[in-house]
């Protein structure tokens, strides 16, 4: 077999989309959605691998600012259409584009790569560590109530007009970005992209419908959402399907939760990615008929080390050597000082000084948005501490005082 891995042209779009809809089980790509993922794809950050004519596997990288602890937006480079053709598989194809897309990042500038994975145990060995993590809730709306605060009945809720749907949505949501670790700040097209919705995508509901909450003619958050009608012989038993829910202010979430929990002959709210700390579960009356659930979400990788690190805030004061393996990216192996003062400030160069944590790139890539601690990381045998103290110092400092999350996927 001679393949050949290289750069896509915009003339083989089609064809490359191809191999990754047969990867993903052969089924055609709507349309609509087939037409925006097309007006997406950076044809200069995505590669194809060919067998002859045929192209056998893919993978691209879109343009992304993806926030840290601390408010910032990082340059990060949003991995995304990753196929290897079942014909083709076991031959190292995967892990030669990985090689090659890391080493592009790195040109690029760019300290991050990010992904979400269809399957969590395939990017480990890249050095890609499980970030964020999602809930999603099943709400039986016929047994809890929510408990709403002061103000509420103030907000006013109306129907978004088509026009203003992705201003309105694209609005907030650009406010909510700098404070919540793992949220994309998108670049143009990708405001259209929450809002598509194909029929074949309903699954028996209703098209996607959109609310504005608003309070003295300012908005304040929007949620979109599809009903799914049904019914048995004792009558209506619909569900409500959240697609998209945000808001700049309690009362105005609350006002959204509540029209979700009132419209007429729904007996479930469903919303299927939120974050781990979403206030929701404090406005619930029974937390136990919520069918919780949690799942892996944002997939990172540290593609410079030490520009990732210093590119972050850090909660608490923190000064420790790190020993960090990484044999997929070289450049970041070694023994590295990390230092910050707890108020934004941080530095990470290499050091000849003793090593106090050891830990590989992957753990490095878990910790770094602040959703999973280094503490649990060592209780599991992934960081090991070799000066005492150090792990509970890097642990606090490397913490978020909010969740990370991926609000929406890529």
């Known amino acids: 077999m001679t393949t050949e891995l290289r750069v896509l042209r915009p003339e083989e779009w089609n064809q490359w989309f191809g191999c990754l809809e047969r990867a993903f089980g052969g089924v055609e790509t709507p349309p609509q959605e087939r037409a925006q993922d097309e007006a997406l794809t950076e044809h200069a950050r995505s590669l194809g691998i060919w067998d002859g004519p045929d192209p056998v596997a893919t993978a691209g990288a879109f343009t992304f600012r993806v926030t840290v602890p ?17 014909t083709h598989r076991r031959r190292g194809l995967l892990t030669s584009m990985m090689r ?5 990042v790195r040109s690029w500038g760019e300290p991050l790569a990010v992904l979400t994975a269809s399957e969590p145990a395939i990017y480990g060995r890249f050095g890609y560590g499980a970030a964020t993590r999602q809930m999603s ?33 694209e609005s907030v949501y650009a406010r909510l970005v700098p404070g919540r670790p793992g949220t994309p700040a998108h670049g143009p097209g990708w405001d259209r992209a929450p809002l598509l919705d194909p029929p074949a995508a309903r699954q028996g509901g209703s098209p996607l419908q959109c609310v504005l909450a608003e309070r003295d003619g300012v908005l304040l958050g929007y949620v979109t959402f599809r009903t799914v009608p049904d019914w048995d012989a004792s009558g209506p038993k619909g569900r409500v399907v959240v697609n998209d829910l945000g808001a700049l202010d309690p009362v105005a979430y609350a006002a959204l939760w509540r029209f979700l929990f009132s419209i007429d002959l729904m007996s479930t709210v469903e919303a299927r990615n939120r974050p781990l700390d979403d206030a929701v579960l404090h406005l619930v009356s029974d937390v136990r008929r919520c069918a919780i659930r949690v799942r892996d979400s944002l997939y990172v990788r540290l593609v410079e080390l ?39 400030d941080a530095s990470c160069v290499r050091t000849d000084a003793p090593a106090e944590l050891a830990l590989s790139v992957r753990e490095l890539a878990s910790a770094y948005l602040g959703g999973v601690s280094l503490m649990s990381l060592a209780a599991a045998g992934r960081v090991r501490e070799l000066r005492p103290g150090a792990l509970e110092e890097a642990s606090a400092a490397f913490s978020s005082a909010v969740e990370p999350w991926l609000p929406r996927g890529f």
């Open 306 to 344: 030490g520009a990732a690190l210093e590119a972050r805030s850090y909660r608490a004061p923190v000064d420790v050597a790190l020993e960090v393996e990484d044999a997929f990216c070289p450049w970041n192996a070694g023994r590295w000082r990390l230092r910050a003062d707890g108020e934004g």
């Open 70 to 86: 601390g408010g910032r937006a990082v340059p990060a480079a949003g991995v995304t259409m990753v196929s290897v053709a079942a």
């Open 137 to 169: 809730l099943s709400i039986d709306t016929a047994r809890v109530r929510l408990d709403v605060p002061p103000g509420t009945d103030a907000v006013v809720l109306r129907h978004a007009r088509p026009e203003e749907r992705v201003a309105a949505c």
């Open 100 to 104: 090659r897309q890391l080493d592009d």
